[in-house]
């Protein structure tokens, strides 16, 4: 990848002199993951620690799903947005924790979907209880057109300031090239955003961030959060 401003033609020549003599390697081996995930809770030991760190997530599709960009949006109302719903809750108004933040992680052919939280240590429990409350509320009830079109608004912003530098340039053409996505998925992903629907961001919720198939992992005082965490699943060892 060359990004930047520069003598197209004269930048060919000297990249196509530079490694004309380099053999064609062995192709990379594609050998997705097909991982699963089971409502368990796990505990790393911190002893005396004042905060947990939270982290609760599943596998979720790939980029090379049609509801990716839905997942996108999705993840950015409920968590992945400093507006967001999990954000106003745990820390604007119960002040559990400074910034909080879900995320899509994703390689190839392979994705999870995590909620993750530094939360002050005697409201472990509670933190999680909240997290849990706004995923089953957004797989109840769809979100409103309003509080939809803020975030569809946050995630075209975002997506154009992220492309505007040559960093960002070659970061997106890597993670096309890597999916196979095609030049459509950026001269279209704005539309796409915009395309979501009430409707579709609580169908996405419902199908794939199911919370009875989360891991969670806790790093933390377990004399102090071992009790806390019963609620949600099996301890293990």
Known sequence: YAVGRYHEAGVERASRQSFADWERGTPPRANPASPTSTRVVHIVDRPKAVQSTIYMGLPVIDPSSPDYVPLLVTNALLGGSFGSRITSNIRERKGYTYSPFS???????????????????????????????????????????????GIQNYLAGTFVLQNSSRAGIISILQMVDLHGLGDDYLTGFVRRVHAVTPADVQRI????????????????????????LKPFGSVAP
């Open 103 to 149: 995320t899509v992680s994703s390689r190839f052919r392979d994705a999870y979907w995590a909620e993750v939280a530094d939360v002050t240590t005697n409201v472990t429990g509670a933190a999680l209880t909240e997290i849990l409350h706004e995923i089953d509320s957004l797989r109840t009830v769809p979100p409103s057109a309003e509080e939809l079109r």
């Open 205 to 228: 919720a419902r199908t794939y961030l199911t919370p009875d198939k989360m891991t969670i992992v806790v790093v933390g005082d377990r004399a102090v959060i071992a009790d806390q």
